[in-house]
């Protein structure tokens, strides 16, 4: 089989992991680049050894014989860019989240199923081997009907220096202000640890209620033009559709943790414990005979293909790829729930979107 051809559009920060990603996949070429700036494009491109640069979406797809695009512009073009490549009929890998707005985001679902093509959105812990096996062992029965659910997303980067100088780098600095585009830890982390919740359980959330809270961090909260109001801690109490209550937690306080997520089952059978970050990939297990003691085993688990590696697969193989965009819709519409929900003071349903 000759090259797949990948169209890389945008040329920021998170698109080095995608050019990365792609050049290390066997039988695969990033053939073209696309980006407004013209000079950043022409480096990108020189840096990564991808052959032909381009400021106009329209001017790539017409150049060349593509099998696939890569969408890693801002959130905000993530719509229209995706769309006009669904309209000429190619595959697309978005960049999380979907688009800024849950109508774009069911614009995009819709497009994407008349299109009749591959579409799938970059949700990077689907890679956790403790996930995989969770959820297979939740499918066959193994810890019985699922009762309770703890999570946590926890980062402390607002009391720890391990990624940089949060109140002198504008990485860190715009992430705190939503007049820059920031919908805090909720809208950062939290499309994360709620993909990590649902494919772990299998199941929906049916409804919510979610506290949001902003910490002062600076005299009158703001840095030179960085005003510092969006939320930094979330508890989120939520319901399965078979019943069963749980709780997330996310916040960039979490002191002792740099990047962690963690998903705790609790069952009618058996427990399941799970986290992946800073200290690798790891799942525990509380079955059987083990639950009356309690006991915990640790269980071995092996790494899972990444979202890149799924993606080609799937193209390769003409098959469907997870998580889709209907997924990742619904993860949007959940985050939406949840602030609406601060702001109403209340428990919500999430009326499905399936």
């Not at 106009?56 to 490549?85: F, G, K, M, N, Y």
């Not at 939520?238 to 069963?244: D, I, P």
């Not at 962690?260 to 009618?268: E, V």
């Not at 428990?347 to 979107?353: G, Q, T």
């Amino acid at each position: 089989m000759s090259s797949l051809n990948v169209l890389l559009v945008g040329t920021g920060r998170m698109a080095e992991t995608h050019a990365q990603r792609f050049a290390e996949i066997p039988g695969v070429s990033v053939l073209a680049a696309v980006d407004v700036n013209a000079d950043r494009v022409q480096r990108f491109s020189a840096m990564h050894g991808i052959a032909h640069s381009h400021t106009q979406l329209d001017e790539a797809l017409a150049a060349h014989r593509l099998d696939a695009v890569s969408v890693v512009t801002p959130d905000a073009l993530h719509a229209p860019v995706t769309l006009q490549c669904l309209a000429a009929g190619l595959p697309v890998l978005c960049e999380k989240p979907l688009s800024d707005s849950m109508q774009t985001s069911q614009d995009m679902v819709a497009a994407a199923n008349r299109a009749d093509v591959l579409n799938m959105v970059n949700l990077s812990y689907r890679v956790s081997g403790a996930l995989h096996l969770a959820r297979e062992w939740v499918d066959q029965g193994r810890i019985g009907e699922i009762r309770h659910v703890e999570a946590s997303y926890r980062q402390s980067w607002l009391c720890s220096p391990y990624w940089g100088e949060w109140s002198t780098e504008e990485a860190w600095l715009w992430r705190l202000s939503t007049a820059h585009g920031s919908s805090g830890v909720l809208g950062d982390i939290g499309i994360h640890i709620l993909d990590f919740v649902t494919a772990g359980v299998g199941m929906d959330i049916t409804g919510l209620q979610c506290r949001l809270h902003t910490f002062d961090k600076a005299p009158e909260n703001r840095i030179g033009e960085y005003v510092l109001d969006a939320n930094d801690s979330c508890v989120l109490n939520m319901q399965m559709e078979n019943g069963a209550l749980g709780v997330v937690h996310m916040s960039r306080f979490q002191t002792g943790y740099f990047n962690d997520l963690s998903l705790t089952l609790h069952g009618t059978q058996g427990a399941l414990q799970l986290s992946t970050g800073q200290c690798g990939d790891k799942l525990r297990a509380c079955l059987g005979e083990d639950r009356h003691i309690p006991q915990w085993q640790d269980v071995e688990v092996v790494a899972q293909p990444d979202t890149f590696e799924r993606f080609v697969g799937a193209l390769k193989k003409g098959e469907t790829g997870s998580p889709d965009f209907a997924h990742a819709a619904l993860l949007q519409h959940y985050l939406q729930r949840c602030l609406d929900s601060h702001e109403q003071g209340r428990w919500l349903d999430c009326d499905p979107l399936r």
